[in-house]
């Protein structure tokens, strides 16, 4: 048989892996800025983009599509060539996909620093952007399969299952939970309202865990890990139970980030029983990580790679575990809306991605500049400065958890709550500083990992074309023998990738169904009306400022919540919310009965300097919401929008909408007057104020 001469690209390996390291230095700054600024407010500068309510999307959009998405494609390209014996199906897509991620992440970032957001976590880029996100990971589709199709290998290796996965249901996702209505370039209102909002977010986010951050870095698993052990994978048949229990089950779990909210007690329970059943799969793949080492632990303790590799497959283990355990609600009661969510998330985030990250760069570098490691001294340096900063941030983070959740639920013997809400923040501030020392350490070890990789670089000599040879792949693949059944379909990646996809859009299809056909599952409050033109500007402003990422309008049927807060929420109160604003974190109190509370002053002067109002406060000042003006040229635009996605205005309101506005904000101005407070009736403070006071209104009696 003729032996084909060929090539693999480490070019384009080489710049995501550039990337990987810029942008993860980037997003780890991002975060350790907000980290800081939860009990320095000072840092937040008094100046928009520095605050954490726009730090922080910054922060998780940059680590998760710009670190981890670097790294996984960093990792694919490198792995897939060598997988199935062919060079990447077109150079050119490669350039286009590496530059084109790049200026979506510099655009996504710039956009979300200035204020332009759709208001969902992890998917708040503005609609250009999702744009250019689904041509992007079309071209990605087109070089991966390409790839796949001119393949010298017959049989597809365990990690490409996974990276096909990833790509169908990663597209599935983004399509179906970025349906927008733009209003302008960078302004839209999500299709869905409410409670069918939550329910798509939620099975987007969780997912965009699970097939962002798990499933494409099983697959770097699955190849980097026996590479570096020089060690075949311990169980074939587990890998296969592993692949396919994963990508089915995983896609139901979404709805357990809801649990005790407004969404229907069907589709709680559905994500209850998914995520329970979530951690065979999830440990079956762990132990075969684990297990893949047997016999090779002298190796572990000499090689730094696999140190990292390890301490990564350790981490997937202990937040696949915990995920499931959140996911019960007697469990889920305590930890939701607490620190306690924000130590999980990060035992993955750093220890799963972020070490398995940076194993695979320490593995890669010096392979395609054809060079020793520069030092595995600073290579151990590193894992030990960060596997301690990762306990730093995850301890302090659980005890601060456990703290405010016992303290909102404490009661005193004559039945009155024993905290005010500010003592649960003030008291917490601790945990928060040695998290950010956490944080730090972490950064700090990448940096000297970057160190490392460069005298690495500068000692090696790049092999841009690195020289192989295969045999072309036979026109008719024989068998000998009984064959395992899982071979026929590893053998045809177009059916792969059509049983991946049917696979994970069962439980989405089963999920919303329901959800969107049933209109009992969602029942209307006649008392609750649309936003005023004034208040629509106000919540604009809200969720531009990120007030999400802090406060939640999301009262649970405790006692404590409805104590605290007022009378529980209700799947009603939100049909007209685009997008819904329920939060998934409490650093601030609950906001969903907040209208009325406090008088017009309060909101001015809370907005302005926030420890006038609560000594103590942590949260920043908004001073340019009182320069600024509202563009009351939109207003048309915002109600017609509104119209078009269901919201019952009149007819021809557009036309008169800028009109009540005027009347409304006359209003308060009037009131602030009284209180000798000079405002213009368009200031973004006097908006702001108009939706603060109809929070929860609709359903007081």
Not at 530 to 546: A, K, M, N, Q, S
Not at 555 to 576: L, N, Q, T
Not at 647 to 658: F, G, H, L, S, T
Request: aromatic share 16%; glycine share 8%.
């Amino acid at each position: 048989m003729q032996i084909e001469q060929f090539s693999y690209d480490n070019k384009i390996v080489k710049w995501f892996a550039f990337a990987t390291i810029t942008w993860g230095l980037v997003g780890m700054l991002a975060g350790l800025w907000a980290a800081i600024a939860l009990y320095y407010p000072a840092i937040n500068l008094d100046y928009a983009p520095t605050t954490f309510g726009r730090m922080r999307p910054v922060h998780t959009n940059a680590v998760i599509f710009a670190f981890v998405g670097n790294g996984i494609f960093m990792g694919v390209y490198y792995s897939l060539q060598r997988l199935v014996k062919a060079r990447m199906f077109s150079d050119l897509l490669s350039k286009i996909h590496f530059w084109g991620w790049q200026g979506i992440i510099l655009a996504g970032a710039l956009t979300l620093w200035a204020g332009y957001t759709t208001g969902k976590e992890y998917a708040e880029l503005e609609w250009p952007m999702d744009i250019a996100i689904t041509l992007i990971w079309v071209v990605f589709g087109i070089n991966m399969f390409g790839t796949i199709l001119k393949r010298r290998e017959s049989h597809l290796y365990v990690a490409i299952w996974f990276y096909i996965a990833t790509w169908v249901t990663v597209a599935m996702l983004h399509i179906v939970n970025s349906f927008e209505l733009p209003i302008s370039l960078f302004k839209s209102y999500s299709w869905y309202a409410g409670v069918q909002d939550a329910l798509v977010q939620w099975w987007y986010g969780h997912n965009a865990v699970a097939f962002f951050l798990t499933t494409p870095y099983l697959g770097l698993m699955y190849y980097f890990l026996p590479k570096a052990a020089n060690r075949p994978v311990y169980s074939y048949r587990l890998s296969i139970i592993h692949f396919w229990a994963l990508i089915f089950i995983y896609i139901w779990a979404g709805p357990h980030h809801l649990l005790y909210t407004a969404l229907p007690d069907w589709a709680q329970s559905l994500g209850v029983v998914f995520s329970v059943m979530l951690i065979a799969p999830s440990w079956g793949g762990m132990l075969n990580g684990l297990f893949t080492l047997r016999g090779a632990w002298d190796k572990v303790r000499e090689e730094p790679v696999l140190k990292f590799l390890v301490v990564a497959v350790t981490c997937y283990g202990m937040a696949t575990f915990e995920g499931p355990m959140l996911s019960l609600k007697n469990v889920n009661a305590i930890a939701h809306f607490s620190d306690w969510i924000i130590a999980h998330v990060h035992v993955g985030a750093l220890g799963w991605n972020g070490f398995l990250t940076f194993g695979v760069l320490y593995w890669l570098i010096p392979r395609m500049y054809n060079t020793p490691l520069y030092s595995k001294k600073l290579a151990g340096t590193h894992f030990w400065i960060g596997t301690i900063g990762i306990v730093l941030y995850a301890i302090p983070m659980y005890w601060a958890g456990f703290a405010q959740s016992m303290m909102w639920k404490q009661f005193t013997e004559e039945g009155q709550l024993k905290f005010q809400f500010l003592e649960t923040v003030t008291h917490i501030i601790p945990m928060y500083i040695t998290r950010s020392i956490g944080g730090t350490l972490y950064l700090t070890g990448a940096f000297i990992m970057v160190y490392n990789l460069y005298k690495t670089i500068k000692a090696g000599s790049f092999v841009a074309n690195e020289p192989a040879e295969a045999a072309p792949l036979p026109k008719e693949i024989k068998t000998h023998g009984k064959e395992h059944w899982h071979r026929w379909i590893e053998k045809r990646p177009i059916q792969m990738l059509v049983w991946s996809f049917i696979a994970v859009a069962i439980g989405g299809v089963l999920e919303f169904v329901p959800a969107f056909l049933v209109k009992s599952n969602v029942p209307t409050i006649s008392s609750v009306k649309p936003y005023t033109p004034l208040e629509l500007h106000g919540r604009d402003i809200y969720v531009r400022e990120g007030c999400y990422t802090c406060h939640s309008q999301m009262i649970r049927p405790f006692r404590d919540e409805v104590a605290r807060y007022g009378e529980y929420s209700k799947a009603g109160e939100f049909v007209y919310d685009h997008p819904f604003q329920w939060g998934s974190k409490r650093t601030g109190p609950d906001l969903a009965r907040e209208g009325g509370k406090y008088p017009d002053s309060w909101h001015y002067n809370h907005m302005l300097d926030p420890t006038s109002m609560s000594p103590g406060s942590i949260m920043p000042a908004y001073p340019w919401l009182f320069e600024d003006k509202i563009d009351t040229t939109l207003t048309p635009k915002m109600i017609k929008a509104m119209q078009t996605l269901g919201v019952p205005y009149e007819k021809d309101y557009a036309n008169i909408a800028n009109k009540e506005l005027n009347t409304q904000a006359n209003a308060i101005r009037i009131n602030l007057k009284m209180e000798k407070i000079e405002v213009g009736k368009h200031d973004e403070i006097v908006a702001l104020i108009a939706y603060l006071q109809r929070l929860g209104t609709d359903i007081k009696k």
